[in-house]
């Protein structure tokens, strides 16, 4: 595949995970649906890894990192999407979520030293008016707000984990951990990790043998958390973390519009340019940035091993 085919690849499968998720909702709890798509995602990587023969056998220490970067990536991130997605439409979800590259160019000053530019403030400022601009009808409502502000601040500590989970992702790959091995343990971790939350938070397992329900799990399963990555990665090392990184600007697009044709997204002025402003932020960092972290995913910030973009 070339690099445009990659390129598409990447931003129509991670554009629609988000709609995907909504699937998801009804006979299983969210949680527990997070739980099976990623067990089923782990398993299916190992069975890779054991076809291929990678190695497998890590230190105690590194099985630790990796178990963070999967309760992180895999787990409360994904925890938080899927119950945003049951308070606000998907779309926005990705939206809020975009604010993840903002997140990560924090996170790397703090934890890596890494020089704020001019273009990052910017950015920020860019990304941060926008999501504001995107609900302000809401806000200037007053409370469509119970549910509206659940699912805002629902997203943004789904960007917060992701973003924490990435720099722990971009410490383990620079450590010399390989990228297949990190997924493949990180998503079985955050599969356990997210089974006995909700255990311990009384969930029943249930499962849905509906095709709605059994399509769209093979589907972020397979396609969303396996054949997508495997996408970026390759698109990575053919254009650089940088130029790949714009795939995040063209994702929370997919959503939108998948969003306005299934759920009944209305589109308005200040949802116009909330989002205008969001992708010019997300433009303006990913510019601004001549060295891009080691690959730790496209999650609304170009390059890790852990999550994408997308859901």
Not at 178 to 197: E, K
Request: aromatic letters at 10%; one cysteine or more.
């Amino acid at each position: 595949m070339n690099s445009l085919g990659l390129y598409l690849t990447s931003v129509l499968i991670w554009g629609s995970t988000w709609l995907a998720i909504t699937f998801q909702f009804g006979t299983v709890p969210p949680e527990v649906s997070v739980a099976y798509r990623f067990a089923l995602a782990g398993l299916i990587l190992l069975a890779w890894t054991l076809v291929k023969g990678l190695r497998l056998q890590f230190s105690p220490r590194d099985h630790l990192w990796m178990a963070l970067q999967g309760v992180l990536l895999f787990g409360v991130n994904y925890m938080c999407v899927y119950q945003a997605e049951t308070e606000i439409p998907s779309g926005l979800v990705a939206v809020v979520f975009s604010l993840m590259v903002v997140m990560n160019i924090v996170g790397t000053r703090i934890f890596f030293g890494t020089p704020l530019k001019a273009a990052t403030l910017l950015g920020a400022a860019l990304g941060i008016g926008g999501v504001v601009l995107v609900f302000l009808p809401e806000i200037g409502r007053g409370a469509a707000g119970g549910h509206t502000a659940a699912g805002v601040v629902l997203a943004l500590c789904a960007a917060a984990t992701a973003s924490l989970g990435n720099i722990v992702a971009s410490r383990n790959h620079g450590r010399g951990l390989p990228v297949v091995q990190m997924n493949t343990f990180g998503m079985l971790y955050g599969a356990l990790s997210v089974a006995l939350y909700a255990l311990l938070t009384h969930q029943p397992f249930r499962f849905d043998w509906s095709p709605r329900y059994l399509i769209s799990l093979a589907y972020l399963a397979v396609f969303g958390s396996i054949l997508a990555f495997g996408a970026f990665i390759v698109l990575l090392g053919r254009i650089g973390a940088d130029r790949a990184g714009y795939v995040t600007v063209a994702i929370p697009i997919v959503a939108l519009l998948l969003s306005g044709a299934f759920e009944g997204l209305h589109w308005h002025i200040s949802l116009g340019l909330g989002i205008a402003l969001c992708l010019a932020g997300n433009v303006a960092i990913l510019r601004g940035r001549r060295v891009a972290p080691a690959p730790v995913s496209p999650a609304p910030a170009p390059a890790s091993p852990g999550s994408g973009p997308g859901r």
